[in-house]
């Protein structure tokens, strides 16, 4: 059955990947994004429709989202990456501009989709893309960490909240995937994929309704251990490897 699917951050990396997927598989699509050049080219394929505005700006969200046709998933994915360099000296300014992209923004999101999802069809879906690195502290990244720290517990308690209103919410914690953001990555990324086949796994897990969605397995499992470690033994890990 086609759903209506609304994706977020759909101009590069997996919101593209997803947003084509979708498209190519029958299901009508909403494409969100700031460069509207990057939506026009992205509204070539059929079945998607281009939405510019910048999440960051509440007035833009109203206006854009007012008046959508019912919607059966939200895949709120638009997200930033930046690292403090040097914590001692530690960047207010980047931690407040990486936190509203990633977290603070998707209040004003909520605030307009919820409402629009589909609640008579049993198909209505949210969902939230979190991050593996929200699952054990990593060096410089205490913004982008904090930040999908945030999305993990706040899908978790909407989880709980939106049951009752016949909305499921998943959770995907993806590892490293190979797109703009990481790109600009100086450090071993282990089991690197495409967005492709990122929005592949994002696809069946949806599919599937399941509450977290992660992956690399090999990767998830990996941190799943190093969480059970004592701290002093990660932390000097993580030292290790930043010196390296």
Known sequence: MSKRVLITGATSGIGKSLAELYAGRGH????????????????????IEALQFDQLNTSEVKSVLANLDPID???????DCEYIDDALNFDADL???????????????LQQILPQLNRETDTAQLVLVGSSASMVPFT???AYGASKAGIAYLADSLYIDLQPHNIDVSLVLPG??????TDKNDFSMPFLMTSDEAAERI?????K??????FPKRLIWSLRVA???PAKWWRKIMLNSDQN
């Open 176 to 181: 490293f995937i190979k797109t703009p953001l």
């Open 227 to 229: 969480k059970c470690l």
């Open 140 to 142: 410089r990244a205490q």
């Open 209 to 214: 309704r399941q509450r977290h969605i992660a």
């Open 73 to 79: 998933i939200a895949i709120l994915n638009a997200g």
């Open 95 to 109: 931690f407040k501009r990486v936190i509203d992209i990633n977290l603070t923004s998707v209040g004003s999101l």
């Open 203 to 207: 696809y069946q897990g949806i599919e």
């Open 28 to 47: 009508s699509v909403y494409a969100c994004g700031r460069n509207q050049e990057k939506l026009n080219e992205l509204a070539q394929h059929g079945g």
